[in-house]
C-alpha cells in the first residue's frame, strides 16, 4: 500500500513535470516538423505557456484553482485539432500531450482538495 501514499501526497515533481509538458506543448509544432497551419502553431505557444505558468505558479504558491485552469488547458488541447482543423503528429501530440495534462492536474487537485489554506501555503518548503 506505499503506492497510495505516494500518490497521496502533492510532490513538487509533479509541478516540475507540469512545467516540462508546458514547454513540449510549446515546441510541439516544431519538434513535429509541423509549422505550416499558423493557428495551430499560436494555440500550442499559448496553451504551453498557460500550462508552465500554472504549473510554475503551483511550484511557488500552490492553489486549488491553478489545477483546475490546468485542466481546462488539457480539455481544449485535447479538442483543438477537431476545433481547429490540423491533424498528423501535431494532432496527435496535443491529444497525448492534453490528457497528460489532464491526468496530472486531476491527480493534484485530488490531492491537495481537503487540504487547509495553511498546508497550501506550505507547499514545497
Do not use: K
Not at 49 to 59: D, I, K, P
Not at 97 to 106: D, I, K, N, R, S
Amino acid at each position: 500500500m506505499t503506492g497510495v501514499g505516494f500518490f497521496g501526497v502533492h510532490r513538487t515533481w509533479e509541478d516540475w513535470a507540469g512545467m516540462i509538458v508546458g514547454a513540449l506543448i510549446g515546441a510541439s509544432p516544431w519538434l513535429t516538423g509541423q509549422t505550416d497551419h499558423q493557428v495551430a502553431v499560436w494555440n500550442a505557444v499559448i496553451v504551453g505557456v498557460l500550462v508552465l505558468g500554472f504549473a510554475a505558479l503551483q511550484l511557488a504558491s500552490l492553489q486549488l484553482w491553478e489545477e483546475a485552469c490546468e485542466i481546462l488547458c488539457g480539455l481544449w488541447l485535447i479538442t483543438a485539432p477537431l476545433n481547429l482543423g490540423y491533424a498528423g503528429a501535431l494532432g496527435t501530440s496535443h491529444y497525448v500531450l492534453g490528457a497528460v495534462v489532464v491526468v496530472l492536474a486531476a491527480m493534484e487537485l485530488w490531492q491537495d482538495w481537503n487540504l487547509t489554506e495553511d498546508e497550501l501555503a506550505h507547499h514545497g518548503q
